[in-house]
């Protein structure tokens, strides 16, 4: 018999990747914090393919598309790390934490992948 797993973010809710990457109320946290961080506001959409597509289409040129990009692969990492850290680690699931961490490797990555000049972590943030 499967037995649904209950979200860590929100405790309560079934957890899906749905509603883990979106919907939970903590989820949607990092979300807004995340798009605050861009100059942007959203609202979520049903999907994460609709989030995807609205990132890269929110892009002015191809360097600004990267970033968005890679920073919504930041994002979804840090939610499941913080995921995985409450179920296995005893860690937490902190909006706070999870996007001060997304701004962290998102910054990382920007450095060792992209071809952009580098960047302090103040001028990033």
Known sequence: MDVPWECVGCVGGVE???????HCPSAMMVWYEVFRWLGMVIVIPPSLFIL???LRG???NVKLRQG????WHATLWC???AR???IFANGSFVPKVIVDEIKVMSWKWCLTRMKLSPCLFYEWT
């Open 16 to 22: 899906s990747s749905v509603h883990l990457f979106l």
């Open 79 to 81: 939610i499941w790390k």
């Open 58 to 60: 929110s892009a002015r």
């Open 68 to 71: 968005f990009l890679m920073i």
């Open 84 to 86: 995985n850290s409450s």
């Open 52 to 54: 995807f597509e609205v």
